[in-house]
Structures are given as structure tokens and as C-alpha cells.
């Protein structure tokens, strides 16, 4: 679709989604065995790791993918 996604990771494992320039991946900042654990339900150790992910994680991994359209923007023009 050549979409720019932003892919935040907390019980999904992370490895499964392929690089990409437009994809920026978020992932929790907490390291436990039971990370990726694709539940379903509720968090076995009740402290679900998609909440050690920051608001400032996410809005700066926006800025990165939006300053890629500013500077695709800023490029000159080829010339003939």
C-alpha cells in the first residue's frame, strides 16, 4: 500500500513484520520471557508491556517518518 506505519509492539513479536524505510518499530522498554507472548486476554504478570511504551516514543518515531517527507521534498530537481 506504501503506507508510512508506525507498529507499536506488546504482546506481538516484532520479528515477524520486515524492515521497510516507511515502517518505524516501537517496542516495549521492559525485557521479561514471556515478551511476545500473543495473549489474548490478560497479561500473566499483570503489568501488560504494551504500557512501557512512552508517548514520546511514539511521536518522535512520527516526526522521523514525517521528516523523511520534508526531506524528499527539499531535493532539487533533477536537471535535464
Known amino acids: 500500500l506504501n503506507k508510512k506505519v508506525v507498529a507499536l ?6 520479528n515477524e513484520i ?3 524505510p516507511k515502517l518505524v518499530k516501537i517496542l516495549p522498554g521492559v525485557t521479561r520471557d514471556c515478551t511476545s507472548c500473543l495473549a489474548k486476554t490478560a497479561c500473566v504478570v499483570n503489568d501488560p508491556c504494551v504500557n512501557h511504551i512512552g508517548v514520546g516514543q ?9 521528516g ?4 524528499e521534498s527539499c531535493r532539487p530537481s533533477p536537471q535535464p
Do not use: N, Y
Not at 9 to 14: K, L
Not at 68 to 71: F, I, P, V, Y
Open 58 to 66: 511514539v511521536l518522535l518515531a512520527i516526526k522521523e517518518l514525517m
Open 68 to 71: 523523511q517527507d520534508r526531506k
Open 9 to 14: 509492539f506488546g504482546p506481538t513479536a516484532s
Open 18 to 20: 520486515h524492515a521497510s
